[in-house]
């Protein structure tokens, strides 16, 4: 007969504990109902194994914690850009994202920030994922993102006659306090506003702020005070450090950031969130999917300065969290962007974090995820190399465990 309570025990030859900074030589993890109870090294004395216990052994390979993108969005496809997008009807979206969601957990990525989607799809979806019927990451949902009427994060492709606007833009501090109400009332787990201009919207400059400063205290204000995070896409230098007063948790882009924007995030502890690999996906494959020129041009002017500006705020010591953008290039690619940070300024070691511990503090969910730690979900990814002294490898995951679960790849016994 199944044990009462379902417990593992997950050995490797090595393991990353990011909250040390140090390497564990074989360790020994044990799970009790999706969650770490024990972690020993060599040399420590072995654990308790619970009667009936599972075992994972991964012999020759290295435990990271399961990985977390602080930004990405599941319903959005990088095939479909500029106008081609509205070929399909609505619940095309839902349909291709738990596609999405899949791709992505088995990547290694077992928690996902998505910030930003239409009908509460997040929402959904996670739903879906929790009770059982599609496989994909632990989702803290954003649902629709805030912004200006006209801003990055309205409706900005479309003429009058269609009357096409996002749900969540408001123009006075009033209006978009009863926003994040609205959202958190239908399952948003953080609030994301656009402080900025973007990329991929119509006739908006990412330089150029588009919420006063008291929107965005208001928006901070509204989200802190039900407990929810909040998250700003800005670009500008102005919104960024407008953003950081205000109080937002994490800058999302950060790609025109100055110096006195490095030093208030700084000061003030926020993390920098800087989707610094998408832009090869979007100059390469941008035009064959649809994007517009100006989009395509818009990416020209931002991609370069933003990796500088990467540079400039590792080399100062800045908090770093993990964002891609995944959406803009392919679900399940989202740990190239490893590779990028480390090219531009981060250690090995920091970008793990950067994905691990210090997404989780920024999620204030330092208590579940972003290490393998006691009280914690046994979300752990199993890679061949060592991401130390490669980061690559953590692209190809071996093995990936959710909640002690083997959700892909296979184990050797
Ligand atoms: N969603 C962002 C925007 O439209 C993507 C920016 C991507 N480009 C970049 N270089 N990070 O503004």
Known sequence: ??????????????????????????????????????????????????????????????????????????????????????????????AQGTGNAERTLRAGFTTVRNVGSDGYADVGIKQAIEEGWVAGPRIVPAAHALGATGGHCDETFLPPSFQRKSPAVGDSPEELRRRVREQRKYGAEVIKACATGGVFSRNTEPGVQQLHPEELKAIVDEAHFWKLKAAAHAHGADGIRAAIEAGFDTIEHVSFIDDAGIKAAKARGTFLGFDVYNTEYTLAEGEKNGVLPENIEKERRVGTIQRENFRKAAQAGARMIFSTDAGIYPHGDNARQFAVMVRFGLTPMQALQSATSNAAEALGRTGDVGAIAVGRYADIVAVAGDPLTDIRTLEKPVVVIKGGEVVAGATAS
């Open 1 to 94: 007969p199944a044990p009462a309570v379902d417990s593992v025990v997950i050995t490797a030859d090595r393991m990353i504990d990011v909250l040390s900074g140090k390497v564990v030589e074989r360790p020994v993890i044990v799970a009790t109902g999706g969650r770490i109870v024990s972690v020993v090294g060599e040399g420590a004395a072995r654990p308790v194994i619970p009667a009936g216990a599972r075992r994972i052994d991964l012999p020759g390979r290295t435990l990271v914690p399961g990985l977390i993108d602080m930004h990405a969005h599941l319903t959005s496809n990088p095939k479909y850009g500029g106008y081609s997008g509205y070929q399909f009807t609505d619940s095309f979206w839902v």
